[in-house]
């Protein structure tokens, strides 16, 4: 290999667009397909029949209908409206292995190929009244296999695409996309081309299988008979089986382009099945519906919160605290009271705070017979609060709402469920700030230290300190919580 020369890639010298003119046509006169019909035989003879016949480079394109059929994927159905409704259903459920978004009664899923369609594909329509109609289990491969019989019978090297008409997101309307293709090009990426202005094409990929299809509906219809048509002109999309492009007929490709399309490495990644064109549910910028999507979020917005002890030093946004301190106050409370503080303790009130903390702590573990090395490493326990990029302490305010009794009991009992709307709140804090991407923990010391607390910080005697709460983005990705069976936390008492 010499400087600047390419090492072993394809290069794609040509755009995507035709060389030239591109006719298609549906011929008439097809027959019903029934189970175990010479499809090819059938096709074969038909295409080469009609006035355009068949031609090295042409592009086969049928409905997938037409597969249904002779692959037996054609179910009997009852003709009451009920009935063969609640067996649509029931087959739609078979036919997929993920619901991606419900919409009134339809349900938009995924099947098993990957493809993302209103109710799996399963459909009632060019059927008998007494069928609905699967879709063909692998139409990349029946492609496969009609294309390699028609090159056979015909001797005409073709393309084969499978099609069925779905809906798009974004758009009202349904087109014809490939479902299975074999022979040709399904996607033609520009990555690294340069247009004649010296721009960079960076994310263009154009997925010619699916534009192929969609004009091939122009001719085929709905209504008229026509589920086949061909499509001539797009010989420079055809490739081999190794990929490579076809030179029976692509000899218009090299040099015919206004830019230079570097190829997308070998041959061999050369995109070819209409599989290829599938994007993953996980890759997906929408992969869920929105309802779907919300409900999931609304469904882990509790157990996403977890006790994050380790911070990056991205700062926080101020505005973002000021946000979950705003949901946190939400949480309920008695006698329609709001008694919750949440003081942000920031500069050197935080480093006077933390300073006594751990002075009374100190003392308290001096007290319990706690030296050296064990000392240290219990005050060492309370290092989060000073290296956390915020601090948030909560409060519950006695004097903001709580009722007085004249007996020690109910005053006590008025305690405990001011005490108790405070911890739903600062749970609330947290979740919150999981909801917005911030880690957090809540740490006890504070409570241990109420007066120390309100002095540092001289907020008024009637706020009884719940905590702290460190904030911050963590430092690592905080791994989703395990499923976790209520079991014996949850008692049922009739
Ligand atoms: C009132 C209270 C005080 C806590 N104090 C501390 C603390 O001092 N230090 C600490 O590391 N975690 C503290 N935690 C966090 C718990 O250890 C943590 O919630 C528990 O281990 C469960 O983990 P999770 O929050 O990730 O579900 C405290 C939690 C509560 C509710």
Not at 222 to 232: D, E, F, N, S
Request: hydrophobic content about 45%; proline content about 6%; glycine content about 10%.
């Amino acid at each position: 290999m010499t400087d600047g020369a390419l090492p072993e890639i394809r290069r794609w010298t040509a755009e995507h667009a035709a060389p030239g003119d591109v006719t298609l046509w549906a011929p008439d006169g097809l027959p019903e397909f029934r189970p175990g019909a010479d499809l090819a035989g059938i096709l074969a003879e038909a295409l080469t029949a009609d006035p355009h016949g068949l031609t090295d480079g042409d592009v086969v394109v049928l409905t997938s209908k037409v597969l249904s059929k002779t692959e037996g994927r054609i179910v009997p159905a009852p003709t009451d409206p009920e009935e063969r409704d609640a067996l649509r259903r029931q087959l739609v459920e078979q036919e997929s292995v993920r619901l991606v978004a419900r919409v009134n009664r339809t349900l938009i899923t995924e099947n098993r190929l990957g493809i993302v369609q209103a109710a799996a594909g399963v459909d009632g329509s060019n059927v008998e009244t007494g069928e609905l109609a699967l879709l063909p289990t692998d139409p990349d491969a029946s492609a496969a296999a009609l294309a390699a019989d028609l090159r056979r019978i015909t001797g005409a090297r073709v393309a084969v695409l499978v099609t069925d008409t779905m809906g798009r997101a974004w758009r009202t309307g349904q087109i014809d996309m490939a479902i299975g293709a074999a022979g040709m090009r399904v996607s033609v990426g520009y990555d690294g081309a340069v247009d004649r202005q010296g721009n960079e094409l960076l994310v263009t990929d154009v997925a010619v299988a699916d534009e192929v299809a969609a004009a091939a509906d122009l001719v085929k219809g709905k209504l008229g008979a026509r589920p086949v048509a061909v499509v001539r002109g797009l010989g420079h999309l055809l490739v081999d089986d190794d990929g490579n492009a076809d030179p029976a007929t692509s000899t218009d490709l090299a040099g015919s382009g206004s830019g230079t399309v570097a190829g997308s490495g070998s041959s061999a990644d050369v995109p070819r099945t209409a599989r290829d064109l599938v994007r993953d549910g996980e890759s997906d910028l929408f992969r869920l519906g929105t309802a779907e999507a919300l409900a999931q979020g609304r469904r882990e917005a509790v157990p996403a919160r977890r006790s994050v002890r380790r911070f990056s030093d991205a700062p926080v946004e101020p505005e973002l605290l000021a946000e979950a301190v705003a949901d946190a106050l939400t949480a309920p409370a008695p006698h329609h009271s709001t008694p919750i503080r949440f003081v942000r303790v920031t500069g050197q009130a935080r480093v006077r705070l933390l300073d006594a903390l751990r002075a009374d702590w100190e003392r308290d573990l001096r007290a319990d017979g706690h030296t050296g090395d064990v000392l240290a490493r219990r005050l060492g326990r309370g290092d989060i609060l000073r290296e956390c990029p915020e601090l948030i302490v909560p409060f519950v305010d006695d004097a903001s709402g709580a009722h007085t009794y004249p007996d020690e009991r109910r005053a006590a009992c008025e305690v405990t469920m001011f005490t108790v709307a405070g911890g739903a709140a600062v749970q609330s804090l947290l979740v919150a700030l999981a909801a917005r991407g911030l880690g957090s923990c809540w740490i006890g010391s504070t409570i241990f230290a109420a007066d120390t607390t309100r002095r540092e910080l001289g907020v008024p005697d009637t706020w009884r300190p719940l905590g702290g709460v460190a904030v911050g983005y963590p430092a690592e990705p905080v791994p989703a919580r395990a499923a976790r069976p209520a079991g014996e936390a949850y008692l049922t008492i009739s």
